[in-house]
């Protein structure tokens, strides 16, 4: 099965507080791809990060890192000293290549609520 | 530049009428695709367009739904008969290449309510 777990429904924290989303995946390609994106309150999804699955070095964007690991398939995300506006549902996406197929496979997402 | 169009961005249809929804593309891209994202849900895949080509409607639910982009830049959804279960935001999203590892950049969505 191809398949993303946001396994986290809703996470709240008060700003200033790290905070990790976890996502995992399942799939039989050896060659995959997976995707973080943002969706605020208007609704348009915001991506965030790509990472292709012979690249499992870690990476660091200013308040957001990503941890991706293989061997527990999961790619997890990160967010240091969270703020009021980093509040939005966080989603993890896989894509995989079976059969050449261009489809984004989503997780159900984590609400993330940062208070002040 | 501009992002991905959508509209309406709101539509209320009364169980049975037929709807179009429309996608405007960042100039250029090759790619289009289409999501469904029911309340609380993450997006769920309906079909995929190469330039003009409709390459996988494997994800679109019924034969009452149908999409289209016949000349390879804006897109039309058209759901005919519409039912409740129908009720879900409808996103657009596009890509500059072809290939795998390129990301999807997303329209702001319609949102459907069918009474």
């Known amino acids: 099965a191809q398949k993303v777990t946001q396994a986290q429904t809703e996470i709240s924290v008060v700003e200033k507080e790290d905070v990790t989303l976890d996502c995992v995946y399942e799939t039989r390609d050896t060659t995959y791809y997976l995707f973080w994106y943002k969706q605020p309150p208007s609704g348009e999804l915001v991506f965030l990060i790509r990472r292709n699955s012979f690249d499992e070095q870690n990476e660091i964007s200013g308040r957001y890192s990503w941890n991706f690991q293989k061997s527990t398939s999961s790619f997890n995300f990160t967010i240091t000293a969270s703020q009021v506006v980093d509040s939005a549902v966080y989603f993890c996406a896989l894509k995989f290549s079976e059969g050449g197929s261009e489809k984004l496979v989503f997780g159900k997402g984590t609400k993330l609520t940062v208070n002040p | 530049g501009a992002g991905v169009s959508q509209s309406p961005r709101y539509k209320v249809a009364k169980r049975g009428q037929d709807v179009a929804l429309r996608c405007d593309p960042i100039?250029?891209?090759?790619?289009l695709f289409w999501y469904q994202q029911a309340l609380g849900q993450g997006p769920e895949f309906l079909t995929y367009f190469q330039n003009e080509a409709q390459l996988d409607k494997s994800g679109l639910p019924s034969d009452r739904f149908f999409a289209e982009r016949p000349e390879g830049s804006v897109s039309t959804l058209k759901i005919q008969r519409t039912q409740q279960e129908d009720s879900a935001v409808y996103l657009c999203?596009?890509?500059?290449?072809?290939?795998?590892?390129?990301?999807?950049?997303f329209g702001p969505g319609t949102r459907l309510t069918v009474t």
């Open positions: 999203a596009s890509r500059p290449f072809q290939g795998p590892s390129y990301e999807q950049y």
């Open positions: 100039s250029g891209h090759v790619s």
